[in-house]
C-alpha cells in the first residue's frame, strides 16, 4: 500500500505483534524543495535514513508490517511532535517554552540537517508547514496508531520497532577501554517506553548476530517511543540506531561492499524480533 505520506509493506499473514517504523528512510525530495535550498542534493540527505527501509524490508516475511515515510527528513520529520515548530524558521510561529531540539533547528520541520547545516533561503510561511504536516504526518501517524491497535487486539500486546541510522562519528566517542564501540543503540527512553523483558530478548537477538549493543546512549529515543511506548498497557516502543558504518558509504551515500553481507545479517535478527512479537506473553495480561 503507497500513498503520498507512507509506504506501507503488509505481510499476508499477520502473525506477529511486531510493528517495524523507518520514519526517516523517505527520499522522495520535492523539487521545490531543492529550488529553495542552500544545499546541494547530496548535503541535504546527511540527515536521511538512507537504506534503512531496505534493511528491514523482510520484516513481512516474519508476519509483521513495515511502515515508511515517502517524504525525506528535511522535509519533514515524523519523529517530531506536530506542534514542534521553529520561529527561527516559520513566520507566526510561536515559542512555547525551551524545545532543544526546536532550539537547535530540529523542529517537526527541520532548519538544518546534520552538523547545524542550514536548509532554507528565508522562511517559510504557517500555511505552508502547516500543509505539510496535515498532508505527510498525520496520515503517516493515524497509520502507525491503527497497526498498533490491530496488533494489540489480535495479540494482547503490539511492540513497535523505530528503525534508524545513526552517523559513524555519533558512536565513535562512545567506546573505552572496557566498552566496545556500540553498532546498534537501543533506545528505550530508559524504560519508560518497553519493558526491560522485551528489550532484553532484542538486545540478545543483535548480540547473538555478532553485534556490539549498547542502550539509551547516546539516543534513548524520540517523539515516536515517547509517544506510543505505554508498556504498562501492553504497548512496547524501542529505538533502534545502526552505525552506518557497517552498510554505507557515508559521504557518497551509497551502499558499501558489505551492504548485502549486512542485509542478511539483519534479516536474522528481524526474524528473532518478529518471533518475540508472535508469542504470548506474560506483558499482555500486565
Not at 499476508?12 to 521545490?32: I, K, L, M, Q
Not at 504557517?126 to 505527510?136: C, G, K, S, V
Not at 528505550?188 to 546512549?217: K, P, T
Request: glycine share 6%; hydrophobic share 40%; net charge positive.
Amino acid at each position: 500500500m503507497q500513498n503520498a505520506a507512507f509506504v506501507l509493506d503488509m505481510p499476508e499473514n499477520r502473525r506477529s505483534c511486531a510493528v517495524f517504523s523507518s520514519p526517516h528512510s523517505g527520499r522522495d525530495y520535492p523539487e521545490a524543495l531543492l529550488k529553495r535550498s542552500v544545499l546541494n542534493q547530496n548535503v541535504i540527505r546527511s540527515s536521511e535514513d538512507a537504506f534503512v527501509d531496505q534493511l528491514f524490508a523482510s520484516s513481512a516475511d516474519f508476519g509483521a508490517p513495515l511502515i515508511k515515510a515517502a517524504m525525506p527528513r528535511a522535509y519533514l520529520d515524523l519523529n517530531r511532535s506536530a506542534d514542534e515548530l521553529d520561529p527561527a524558521l516559520i513566520s507566526g510561529a510561536r515559542r512555547h517554552g525551551h524545545n532543544p531540539r526546536v532550539a537547535s533547528g530540529l523542529g517537526v520541520i527541520p532548519r538544518v540537517v546534520a552538523n547545524g547545516r542550514a536548509i532554507y533561503r528565508g522562511k517559510l510561511t504557517m500555511d505552508e508547514a502547516r500543509l505539510r504536516i496535515d498532508t505527510y504526518w498525520r496520515p503517516y501517524h493515524s497509520r502507525l496508531k491503527s497497526l498498533l491497535a490491530e496488533s494489540h487486539e489480535k495479540f494482547g500486546q503490539a511492540i513497535l520497532i523505530d528503525c534508524h541510522s545513526m552517523p559513524h562519528e555519533a558512536v565513535a566517542m562512545a567506546s573505552t577501554a572496557r566498552n566496545k564501540r556500540p553498532e546498534i543503540v537501543l533506545g528505550d527512553r530508559f524504560g519508560a517506553s518497553a519493558s526491560g523483558e522485551v528489550v532484553d530478548q532484542i538486545e540478545s537477538a543483535f548480540a547473538a548476530a555478532g553485534l556490539n549493543v549498547a542502550r539509551n546512549a547516546p539516543f534513548a529515543g524520540a517523539y515516536v517511543t515517547q509517544t506510543y511506548g505505554r508498556p504498562g498497557r501492553g504497548q512496547h516502543a524501542i529505538q533502534i540506531e545502526i552505525d552506518r558504518a557497517l552498510y554505507m558509504d557515508e559521504e557518497k551515500i551509497a551502499p558499501n561492499a558489505n551492504f548485502m553481507a549486512f542485509s542478511k545479517v539483519l534479516r536474522q535478527v528481524i526474524a528473532e524480533i518478529a518471533s518475540i512479537g508472535a508469542r504470548p506473553a506474560r506483558l499482555a495480561a500486565e
